[in-house]
């Protein structure tokens, strides 16, 4: 007798949105006193990770960036807001978004500094791929993020494709060559 397993429920976005507040010190910084690239990056998959592992329930891991805007540079003392919402979820994968902004909290202003489209795949306890809850759009902003997710998935695949057909099948190495992989 074959057991299967029950379907996964459905999510909303609401369920699995996360924050991130983050206050910038001169050890996140340049010698500009302006927040690095790469420290912006890693508080960005921080919180995306937070989203998905919330959607997915189980083991998240990184699977890309393919998409980030530095659209103002963060200074020492500034407080950084980091919010990400999960746009869609495929079979094992799932896009996230990410907005970033700036607090001026003697102003009490708030300024937009980022933003970027990660995705994550949900594993098991061995790294093994395994199926994630769908995602239900409940308003027309989370439809149109919904829709934007699915064409920039196509993009993606259609970007793989193109790099897998133009790998070599030999690899040239020291004046021989053998099968290999770049």
């Known amino acids: 007798m074959e057991f299967s397993s029950p379907p996964l429920p459905t999510r909303s976005v609401a369920e699995s949105q996360s924050e991130m507040t ?14 690095l690239g790469g420290r912006l990056m890693h508080f960005i998959d921080l919180v995306g990770a937070m989203a998905a592992y919330r959607h997915a329930r189980t083991h ?7 998409h980030i805007d530095f659209i103002a540079p963060v200074h020492v003392g500034d407080l950084l807001i980091l919010k ?23 102003a009490g202003m708030h300024r937009h ?4 489209y990660l995705t994550f795949v949900a594993v098991d306890s061995q790294g093994r791929r395994v199926p ?5 759009p409940q308003s027309e902003e989370e439809q149109r993020r919904y829709d934007d997710a699915g064409r920039r998935r196509e993009l993606r695949q259609e970007e793989l494709r193109r790099k897998r ?6 690899v040239a190495v020291q004046g021989s060559v053998r099968p290999g992989r770049v």
């Open 60 to 66: 998240v891991v990184t699977a890309s960036m393919d």
């Open 132 to 136: 994630v809850p769908q995602l239900k």
């Open 113 to 116: 500094v980022g933003s970027a």
């Open 84 to 106: 990400s919402s999960l746009n869609r979820a495929f079979h094992t994968s799932m896009e996230v978004g990410v907005k970033v902004w700036v607090e001026n909290t003697i």
């Open 22 to 35: 983050e206050l910038i010190l001169p050890n996140d910084t340049n010698t500009l006193g302006n927040l």
């Open 165 to 170: 057909a133009s790998r070599p099948n030999e």
